[in-house]
Every structure is written in structure tokens, then in C-alpha cells.
């Protein structure tokens, strides 16, 4: 699983088409806090087999939109399809068949990184001993096999995020969520995540993931859409949305909105 | 079914590891106490069953038991009900939501949460099995009677699910669950209340007259149970059955729906209200930054829901727990506790205050505590900000303590005031005292938004407890001065010697605290790093 450092994103054909059977497909997905739109009449389409970067600043509607994705959060409007399954009706084919890396809120913070992970896969229905098996290789291919007794609520944030991610592999899903899987993780740490998601997309799986490290979208990502207020302000492949020597940091800033609030505070500069 | 059964076998294993897991966490000590004490937890509850069991085979036992059935049972109830809700309250049960990720099926999901319910709160399934077995057992009974324990204990563990998801929900409402947790408190003042009239006020009699008593579930469990009433009381019982089936699915669903976050914008959107404006105040009185770390504590004092709880109870319940005592039986004189109401009800408030007010001050905001050592303040400035903060509170609470007695129509005199505000100031200035020495040496992190959990260390507040005796002494010596000498100007004079004692420990404490600050940061910030308690 060597990772060629040169290696900017999956190659990309230039004239990449959306397949038809798309792997996510969001109509018009609006998700209303209060009188506050969080997410407005987001409509978005995530080919098979893609890695596809969610991006936005904070606050802009990525982890509500993942989270209605995940069935955490009931749309207030909109549809969710996801496999060629409409949400929520079929939900339950839909969770068979993902893995999630959610925000570390719905990890179970009193079991040991090894109990989580087993408890992952029997709930995705494996016979006890393949997923205590599973478990322990994929601890080990997490570096997370050191501190067996350890407990959950006694790792640190990047630990979290890859018992996270361990349990989302271990059903071997062919799509995958991930909130923000990169938060908190050392450079290590994220080398490997970046290593194992990217022979995921090469053998076929699909990959949405949210994140506001653009370095990260950047070199793994084939597709990317941008979200701010609620709304996607841009959505395609990385290099039709640059403009000439433009990195995706300046596309970024030049779509969320790149004022200078500082240059108001005299007394600042 | 089979994959309903599997997931929930896989659930209740898990929760049972994580059960052992905090245990285990706090050390082989802990570990074994807490086995021991579920042994004679549970024992005990095993030994009731077998009891039932034995006691209900005799043919003689439903004459025997009388009137006792009906009541035992209404017990059961409340505990059954009560102590899930309790659990919840604090925290301690596998939360359902975080299942949503995996393919398990709402109506799976439901089914699994009652059996959860059933084996982890299995003291009263334990006992109806007892109830049912003596039942069977009984010649003079029909065999069927046996099945009106079962039904009742289906009844309650569905309803159970029912109410801990409706008030689960409404935990997560801000407001609500302060309400719902002070009207926890208020409830436990009601038995003391009700034991200090020696009567049962006319009106509760009329109430319990006019209800149809043999509808309710318990009543029509034990009329079931013992063959009597017909067929009426098994309608009444499934009738109550399918409707708690009913409400608690109802419930199971919307919680699982249940969108925590609309509720915190919802929450967060609220402007500030006039008493934030108001906690404006230090800024004008003291120079900064004595002035912005007053005003900062008296907002995050103001917005943290333990010390709401507390600071309220101080003045409600505080004066509910006492007043039966102070007005004594009907007719009678007010006696000492009557005379002496306000300052008894200031010096209780004091002691639920303690906890959250001054053993364990930087507690509630760990995450400041680091910001302290980082900008240009003196430690014992922080220490000064914490003290000036409470002392505020304080005299608020007695403010409001004293508004109460005058509305409950208490003798409230300027003497009886100035008696209070004297002995509260001698308590304030030890506790003060003895805080900061607890609040530096033995900081603890807590969750200011937990309303029930322990604020300080178990050891320092057992050590503090302890205390109370002899920080108490000059108020005793104080009351010993009038009664010795039968004027109120020796209770004033002692005092004043006690409120000059009371100082001078206040300032040899802070000294110590400060050096504590400025010796051990590196500990102190260690220790209020820690997590509090666990988030299952």
C-alpha cells in the first residue's frame, strides 16, 4: 500500500462523465434549524467509485448534510438517495452497505478500541469470532493495538478518528461517509488513512468525505463540491474549477468569500 | 427475529462491558466494592422474590396480605418508573440514537431497548417472578391469576421505555430540565412534609375516596392476582397495558427522531435576558481585570444549570423542608426552630450551595483555568474574583431566603435578619476558606450542564463535612452568649468574635491557596484536564 508523495488525486480522464447509476444523489435537501436554513435545496450527485471532497467553512452545512445522510438527522425537505436506495425507505439496505466516520459523538466511550470495533461488526451482522479477527488486524493496520485495555474516552482526538474509521471497514462497505476523518490526526496517522481510503477508490469503493483541510481534498479527491450557507457554490472536477495558476485554497476563498475583515482594524496592522 | 435477537444479545453484552469497563476504571478497590454492593443490591431483591414466592403458596396469604398487596404493588410501581428515569437523568444507559448508523430496524431498535430495560433493571421483574411463582403455587387460586404479576410487569417496563424516552427528550430543553430535576428535588420534600402534618390533609383523602382506586394498575393487579373483582380488573389491566404499548412507541419513535440539534438552535436563539444585563455590575465597581473576572464567573455561575438548580433550591426547597418543623402541629407554639426559621433555612442553603459555590470553584470552568496562567493576572486576583462572585450569590440567596419567610408570613425581624446575615457571614468566610484550599489542592472537572453529579471530591467533601462542627462552633457560642446572658447584644458581640475568626482563616487560606497556584499549576491543570464522568 505504498503511496506514490507525488501523487496529487486519483487519475483523472479529462473528460470524465457522471455515470448514470450514481452512487449519492441529493434533491433539493434542505435541513431548517429554527428559522436558520443550515442546508438550502442542495442538489448533488456522487458517481460510483469516486472520492469525492465536501467542502465548506465552518458552519456552512457539511456535517448536517453528512448527518442526513447518515440517517442521524430527518431532512426537513428534499430526497436522499443513496445505492439506488431512496431514504428512509430503504434505510435498512443502505446501512448494510456503508461504512460511517461520524463526528466521535456516537463513539461508546466506556468500551476499549477492540470491543468498539467488534461490537461494529456484529451489529453489521458477522459471527462473533470473524469480527473479533477483523478487529484485531484492523487495530493493528490503525496502529491502535499497543494499549489493548485502554478505553475509548481515554484516547486522543486522532484515535478516536481511526477506531472511527476501523469500524467503518470492517463490513467492507462500498460506500463511505466520513465527517471530517482527518481532524485531530497526526501526520502518520494520516498518511495511513489517506494509504488505506485510496486503495479503497481504487478497488471500487466510493468515498464522500467533509473537511475543511484543503490540502487533503486536494492531493485524494477527484470531485469536489463547495458548500456555503447552506447552498453549493461550486461542484465538479478539482481542475475545471481552478483557473489558471489558482490552487483549490484561492478557488476556496474566492467562493465561501475572501474579505479581509482585518484590514477595518487600524490599530491591528 | 433471529437478527432482532442477535443485535440485541450483542447490545446487552456491550453494555454490560461497558458497565464492567467504568468500574474497572476506578480501581480494583472500587471494582469489588460495587460488586459487593450489587450482590446485597440484588440479593436483597432476590430474597423479596423468594419471600413472595413462598408467602403467596399458602392458602391462607391473599387474607393475610390484605390491603398490603395493592400498596406493595403501587411501591413497585414507583420504583419501577422512577429509578430508569433517574439512571437516564445522570447519564447512565446506552444511548439508542448511536445505533442509527447500524442496520437495525426502528421496531427492532424498540423491542431491544425493553429488553434492555428488563435486564438491566431486573429487581422488579425479579420480584413479580417471585409473585407469580407463590401464585401458582397457591391451592386456592386459579393458575391464571399467576399471569397478572406478568402483566403488570409488561405494563411497567413498556411504560417505563415510554417516560424515560418522553423526558429524555425533554432533558435536552434547556429550561425543562431544570424544571424536571427541581421537580425531582421538590417531590422528595413531600414525604417529610407529609410525616411532619401527622395527618393526610383532608383534600388527598377526598381524592383517594372519589378515584376509581380499583382501576388503577396496581389495584387491579392485586385484585387479579388474588381472584377478585372478575373479569373487571384483567380489562383494566390489559387496557392500561395496550395504552403504555401505545405511548411508548409513540415516544420511542419521536426521540429516535428526536433532533438535538434544532433544540440547541432553538435555545441558542434566545437574546439576552435582563439578568445578563444585570450581572453588567462589576465592571462599574471594580477596575479590571478583578472586575471582567467577577463579571465573567457571575455569568457562567448564572448560565451553568448545577448551580441554578442548587441556588434555587435554596430558597424553595430549602424552606418546604423546614417549614413543618418551624410551624410545628396545629395550634401549638412556633417553639425554636419556628423563632429561628430564617437563619436555619440561610444556613441549609449555605451547605447546598457549598458544592457548587466554593470546594471546588474551578471546576465548572477547566477549560479558563488554563487562560489564567497564560495572561498578565496575579493568581490570588483570580482567587479574589471567585470569593467576591460567591459572596455576591450568597447574599442574594439570603435576600431571596428572607422574601420567602416574609411571603410564608415567618417572623422576619430586623434582629432575626441581622442574626442571618451575621451567621451566614461567619459560615460564608470558613467555607470561602476552606474552598480554596479544597479548589487548588483537589481540583476536580465537571460537566456545569450535569445538575445531579457531585461537584467536589468524595474525600474533600467527606473532610469538609466533617468541618461543619467546628465551623459552626462560634455561631453556637453566639446563641450560648444570649442564652447566658438574655440579651440579644451577646449574640452580636460573640459574633463579631466569630466573624473576626472567620477572616482571619479566610485570609490564611487564600495565602495558601495562591502559593498552591503558583507551586503546583502544572498539577492543578493536570487534574482539571480529566474528564469527568463517563458519556456512555
Known amino acids: ?269 | 427475529m433471529a437478527a432482532v435477537n442477535s443485535h440485541a444479545w450483542v447490545i446487552l453484552a456491550t453494555q454490560w462491558r461497558m458497565w464492567l469497563n467504568f468500574y474497572r476504571r476506578h480501581g480494583r478497590a472500587s471494582f469489588v466494592l460495587s460488586l459487593l454492593f450489587s450482590a446485597i443490591w440484588y440479593g436483597g431483591f432476590a430474597g423479596i422474590a423468594v419471600f413472595a414466592a413462598n408467602f403467596f403458596a399458602q392458602p391462607q396469604a391473599i387474607d393475610r396480605a390484605g390491603r398490603a398487596l395493592p400498596i406493595a404493588l403501587f411501591f413497585a410501581f414507583g420504583y419501577w418508573q422512577g429509578m430508569p428515569l433517574v439512571m437516564a437523568s445522570i447519564g447512565g444507559m446506552l444511548d439508542l440514537k448511536k445505533l442509527l448508523v447500524y442496520p437495525v430496524a426502528e421496531k427492532d431498535l424498540f423491542r431491544i431497548e425493553l429488553l434492555m430495560r428488563t435486564a438491566l433493571f431486573c429487581e422488579m421483574p425479579l420480584v413479580m417472578a417471585g409473585l407469580a411463582i407463590g401464585l401458582l403455587r397457591n391451592p386456592t387460586l386459579p393458575a391464571w391469576c399467576a399471569l397478572a404479576p406478568i402483566l403488570f410487569a409488561i405494563f411497567n417496563i413498556v411504560l417505563g421505555a415510554g417516560l424515560r424516552d418522553l423526558i429524555g427528550r425533554l432533558f435536552q430543553k434547556k429550561r425543562v430540565r431544570e424544571a424536571l430535576i427541581f421537580g425531582f428535588i421538590l417531590l422528595a420534600a413531600v414525604p417529610a412534609w407529609l410525616g411532619s402534618r401527622g395527618s393526610i390533609p383532608p383534600q388527598l383523602r377526598t381524592l383517594s375516596r372519589e378515584l376509581p382506586t380499583s382501576l388503577l394498575p396496581w389495584a387491579a393487579a392485586a385484585d387479579a392476582s388474588s381472584n377478585q373483582g372478575g373479569w373487571r380488573p384483567w380489562v383494566a389491566l390489559g387496557v392500561v397495558a395496550l395504552l403504555a404499548w401505545m405511548f411508548s412507541r409513540y415516544q420511542f419513535r419521536k426521540s429516535l427522531n428526536f433532533d438535538s440539534d434544532a433544540q440547541k438552535a432553538a435555545d441558542s436563539s434566545r437574546g439576552l435576558g435582563i439578568l445578563d444585563r444585570l450581572l453588567g455590575w462589576p465592571a462599574f465597581v471594580f477596575r479590571d481585570p478583578l472586575g471582567a473576572l467577577v463579571e465573567k464567573e457571575l455569568r457562567f455561575l448564572s448560565r451553568t444549570s448545577r448551580f441554578r438548580i442548587v441556588f434555587t433550591m435554596g430558597f424553595t426547597f430549602g424552606l418546604l423542608i423546614w417549614l413543618p418543623m418551624a410551624r410545628g402541629r396545629a395550634g401549638g407554639a412556633p417553639g425554636w426552630m419556628g423563632e429561628n426559621f430564617l437563619t436555619v433555612v440561610v444556613l441549609y442553603a449555605l451547605m447546598l450551595l457549598s458544592e457548587v459555590l466554593f470546594y471546588n470553584s474551578f471546576g465548572f470552568d477547566r477549560s479558563a483555568a488554563q487562560l489564567y496562567f497564560l495572561v498578565p493576572v496575579r493568581p490570588a486576583t483570580v482567587v479574589m474574583a471567585k470569593n467576591i462572585a460567591a459572596v455576591f450569590f450568597v447574599a442574594a440567596e439570603v435576600s431571596l431566603v428572607t422574601v420567602a419567610c416574609l411571603v410564608l408570613k415567618m417572623p422576619v425581624t430586623w434582629t432575626r435578619v441581622g442574626e442571618a446575615a451575621c451567621v451566614s457571614a461567619v459560615m460564608m468566610l470558613f467555607l470561602l476558606g476552606i474552598g480554596n484550599l479544597g479548589s487548588t489542592r483537589s481540583p476536580r472537572a465537571l460537566n456545569p450542564s450535569d445538575g445531579w453529579k457531585r461537584a467536589a471530591a468524595s474525600k474533600f467533601s467527606f473532610l469538609a463535612f466533617l468541618l461543619y462542627p467546628l465551623i459552626l462552633s462560634p455561631v453556637a457560642l453566639a446563641y450560648l452568649a444570649r442564652y447566658a446572658f438574655g440579651t440579644q447584644q451577646a449574640f452580636f458581640v460573640a459574633m463579631a468574635g466569630g466573624i473576626f475568626i472567620a477572616a482571619c482563616f479566610y485570609y490564611v487560606s487564600l495565602d495558601s491557596a495562591v502559593q498552591t497556584l503558583d507551586r503546583d499549576r502544572e498539577r492543578f491543570l493536570t487534574l482539571l484536564t480529566q474528564t469527568d464522568t463517563p458519556a456512555f
Not at chain 1, 493495538?145 to 470492517?170: F, N, T, V, W
Not at chain 1, 477527484?222 to 484561492?250: C, F, K, M, Y
Open chain 1, 1 to 269: 500500500m505504498e503511496m506514490d508523495p507525488t501523487h496529487s488525486a486519483l487519475p483523472v480522464e479529462d473528460s470524465v462523465e457522471i455515470p448514470t447509476d450514481a452512487a449519492i444523489r441529493l434533491t433539493e435537501l434542505t435541513k431548517v434549524y429554527g428559522t436558520k436554513a443550515a442546508v438550502n435545496g442542495l442538489s448533488l450527485t456522487v458517481p460510483k467509485g469516486s472520492f469525492f471532497g465536501f467542502l465548506g467553512p465552518n458552519g456552512a452545512g457539511k456535517t448536517t448534510t453528512i448527518k442526513m445522510m447518515m440517517g442521524l438527522a430527518p431532512p426537513t425537505s428534499g430526497e436522499i438517495e443513496m445505492l439506488g436506495h431512496k431514504l428512509p425507505d430503504g434505510s435498512m439496505e443502505v446501512r448494510r452497505r456503508i461504512g460511517v466516520v461520524p463526528d466521535d459523538t456516537l463513539l461508546f466511550d466506556q468500551l476499549t478500541g477492540q470491543e468498539f470495533v467488534e461490537f461494529a461488526g456484529r451489529m453489521y451482522g458477522m459471527e462473533r469470532d470473524a469480527a473479533r479477527d477483523r478487529a484485531r488486524e484492523l487495530l493493528k493496520l490503525f496502529e491502535l493495538d499497543a494499549a489493548p485495555r485502554k478505553l475509548i474516552a481515554e484516547y486522543s482526538k486522532g484515535m478516536r478518528k481511526r477506531a472511527a474509521m476501523a469500524a467503518s471497514l470492517i463490513h467492507r462497505p462500498q460506500l463511505f461517509l466520513m465527517d471530517e476523518p482527518f481532524e485531530g490526526v497526526d501526520a502518520v496517522g494520516a498518511r495511513l488513512m489517506k494509504e488505506i481510503l485510496l486503495d479503497l477508490v481504487r478497488h471500487g469503493a466510493t468515498i464522500f468525505l467533509t473537511s475543511h483541510v484543503l490540502e487533503v481534498v486536494e492531493r485524494l479527491c477527484d470531485r469536489v463540491a463547495i458548500i456555503h450557507e447552506g447552498r453549493i457554490v461550486a461542484e465538479g472536477l478539482p481542475h475545471e474549477l481552478r483557473t489558471g495558476s489558482e490552487t483549490l485554497e484561492d478557488l476556496f476563498v474566492r467562493m465561501v468569500g475572501g474579505a479581509r475583515p482585518a484590514d477595518n482594524l487600524e490599530w491591528l496592522l
